[in-house]
């Protein structure tokens, strides 16, 4: 029997959301979520995202470094 007092305080958010949360495209968190790199739960033909997971993901992974252009000075 499964325990769903352990599920009953759990969100889950689709990927749409959880791209918009991360400021990535959907395809970047499907790439996330199929690496592995990112749990998710499929239901039917969808992925759900837990909350925490994608808060946890967020506070591991730094963001990437954009480049810095750097001005030549005369």
Known sequence: MV???KFENAHYLTVAEVAL???VS???VYRLVHAGSLPAVR?????R???RAV???LVAEPPAAM????IAST
């Open 21 to 23: 949360a991360m400021r």
């Open 55 to 57: 808060e946890e993901y």
């Open 43 to 47: 239901f039917g033909r969808s992925f």
């Open 26 to 28: 959907k395809m970047t």
């Open 3 to 5: 325990d769903l007092q």
């Open 67 to 70: 480049p810095v252009r750097r």
């Open 49 to 51: 995202v837990p909350e």
